[in-house]
């Protein structure tokens, strides 16, 4: 069967995988109604596309060897934009995929676009469409149809050309190792790490300061840590808007917080009110030199304005001149941080991004190379050709 619902099962099918170089894997979860991803099918395929799905679902499935085979480094994992697959697996074991491959990001690399899709990436190195039909589905519920398997597993033998496709590209322009590079942040345990005492700097607030910045910030890791608890989403319990009224107007007692907006009078009087009371006053008794400052933004120069202008040009030339996606390249902070610092601390001036753009756009701040029109397009010159 195409699905596997029992231990001794998942426990042969990955042995079987463990013996090939690598393989291609894929999931489908569900997060509408919980803090953590619930975990609805993992889809898995050798390189000669014999493919099954396990059923995480199944009562009393034994997905240990599953988690062996993940972290088993004589085999590849592929994955096509695996950002949410990696984490839901370091979740369940607190261990990173390794080694792993990520074909969206190789196909940006070799010029296929700005997160380009599994169905257009698969349309554009096989030719085959792929049957979408079934991407919102519920994956939660039992049974599962044939053509929802059969859509389920598509996902994995089509990611096997794919790989290959991309494999021999990354060889032949000699950028195996920007794949790697870009890669290296999904294997730092780090990015899957949750500080609640971080939660904070993801919602906006009008005019902040310190008083405010330090209610927020003690209200958005309570909202964090309840939601984990209880594996609800965040909303569920309060909405950011909410949490920014609220640190703004810095509530004393329930009157008070139920004058806040889109708080009622029933919460503010119940056990949640009391709790976000209590948080605001453990702020507002903390010391003042711990309460966060403001990040204030320093206005960029006329001149650096108009050298972030040239240099967004010379992305566009060399996107087009190396065929890699300009968004991967350099983003627009990462060109105005250049237009005002030759040494400013950005993706864009290391490793390969360097050699693509980030040298070239030290050169064109310092008069050593220009950029301008020849036969009606927009081109390089060294200053030596005028």
């Not at 042969?12 to 975990?39: M, Q, V």
């Not at 592929?78 to 995929?97: A, M, P």
């Not at 790697?180 to 949750?194: D, G, H, K, S, V």
């Not at 107007?249 to 806040?260: E, F, G, S, T, Y």
């Amino acid at each position: 069967m195409p699905i596997i619902t029992k231990s001794e099962d998942v426990k042969a099918f990955c042995e079987e995988l463990s013996k090939h170089e690598y393989i291609t894997i894929d999931t489908e979860f569900l997060r509408e109604k919980t803090y953590y991803p619930k975990l609805c099918l993992v889809q898995l395929s050798t390189p000669d596309k014999y493919a099954k799905a396990i059923d995480p679902l199944a009562d009393g499935i034994n997905l240990e060897p599953l988690f062996e085979l993940l972290a088993n480094k004589n085999v590849l994992k592929i994955f096509h934009s695996g950002r949410q697959d990696l984490e839901i697996f370091y979740n369940l074991t607190g261990k990173v995929v390794e080694p792993f491959f990520d074909t969206q990001i190789a196909a940006m690399v070799c010029g296929y676009g700005d997160s380009v899709g599994y169905e257009n990436i698969v349309r554009q190195v096989t030719g085959e469409q792929v049957d979408k039909s079934s991407q919102f589905t519920n994956w939660s519920l039992r049974p599962l149809s044939d053509k929802q398997i059969t859509y389920a597993l598509g996902d994995v033998t089509h990611l096997c050309d794919v790989y290959i496709s991309l494999k021999a590209e990354l060889e032949k322009r000699g950028r195996v190792n920007w794949v790697a590079q870009e890669e290296r942040i999904l294997t730092n345990p780090a990015t899957y790490a949750n500080d609640p005492y971080k939660a904070w700097e993801r919602i906006k607030i009008r005019s902040p300061k310190p008083k405010s910045l330090a209610i927020l910030r003690e209200l958005a890791a309570w909202r964090e840590v309840t939601a984990q608890k209880r594996d609800i989403p965040k909303p569920w319990i309060i909405r950011d808007d909410a949490l920014s009224d609220m640190a703004n107007q810095a509530p004393r007692d329930k009157n008070q917080l139920a004058k806040i907006r889109n708080i009622s009078k029933e919460m503010a009087e119940g056990r949640t009110g009391k709790q976000m009371l209590e948080v605001i006053a453990k702020a507002l008794n903390a010391p003042k030199d711990s309460w966060p400052e403001p990040k204030k933004k320093e206005p960029m120069p006329s001149s650096a304005m108009a050298v972030a202008d040239i240099l967004k040009m010379l992305l566009k030339i060399q996107s087009a001149e190396h065929d890699v996606a300009a968004k991967i390249i350099a983003s627009a902070a990462d060109i105005e941080a250049i237009a005002v610092n030759d040494e400013a601390d950005v993706p864009a001036l290391k490793g390969w991004r360097r050699e693509v753009f980030g040298a070239e756009a030290i050169a064109v701040k310092h008069g050593k190379l220009a950029i301008g029109l020849k036969d009606g397009k927009i081109t390089k010159f060294d200053i030596g050709e005028f």
